[in-house]
């Protein structure tokens, strides 16, 4: 193209090679370069025929090693495991009992902390009762001394007028007797 890009092409992916390997392996159909540039539509036989060797060397590798495990390996691998399996479940155990140790300790302290909060809610209650009963009792005073206060009030208003009644007879009888009469 004149004054373009060319643009590049797109080749295949190591992924999609293994994608189609394990489906066509999956369906019982040996997977070939042919047969996998089939299904991509796409790709050059030497990528496929690289990534599909990449493949059945893994494929080999990985299935290779379960298959050719002498039973004499693998009886000593389950006993291993099954020595490792008790050990930590041993351990588990172990730290589940320290666990719920702590928790049992903890709900104990819980479960005081809780009952001394109730006893002083009780004592509270019944300070609180005596109070109310003092502070109806100072009610009672109050009023009683309100009352008395307003009787003395009164009877010191009387008290002031009859004084008066007397202060002004006494000055009456004072000027009567300083001023004999003449008759």
Not at 60 to 68: C, D, F, I, R
Not at 70 to 93: D, M, T, Y
Not at 168 to 183: G, V
Request: hydrophobic share 40%; glycine share 6%.
């Amino acid at each position: 193209m004149q004054g373009g890009w060319l643009m590049p092409r797109t080749g295949i992916t190591r992924e999609q090679v293994f994608t189609v390997a394990d489906r066509l392996a999956d369906q019982g159909i040996a997977p070939t370069v042919a047969s996998v540039r089939s299904d991509l539509g796409k790709g050059s036989f030497t990528t496929i025929n690289q990534h599909l060797g990449e493949w059945k060397a893994l494929k080999w590798k990985t299935e290779g090693l379960t298959a050719s495990l002498p039973p004499a390996v693998e009886s000593k691998a389950r006993e291993s495991l099954a020595v490792l399996w008790q050990f930590a479940a041993r351990e588990a155990e172990q730290a589940i009992e320290r666990i719920r140790e702590a928790a049992l300790r903890d709900v104990s302290e819980l479960q005081e902390a809780l009952e001394d909060a109730q006893r002083q809610c009780a004592a509270l209650g019944t300070e609180r009762l005596e109070l109310h009963k003092h502070l109806g009792k100072a009610h009672e005073t109050i009023a009683a001394l309100t009352a008395e206060i307003a009787r003395l009030s009164e009877s010191l208003g009387a008290s002031a007028a009859r004084l008066e009644d007397v202060e002004a007879r006494l000055e009456t009888i004072l000027r009567d007797h300083s001023h004999p009469r003449s008759a």
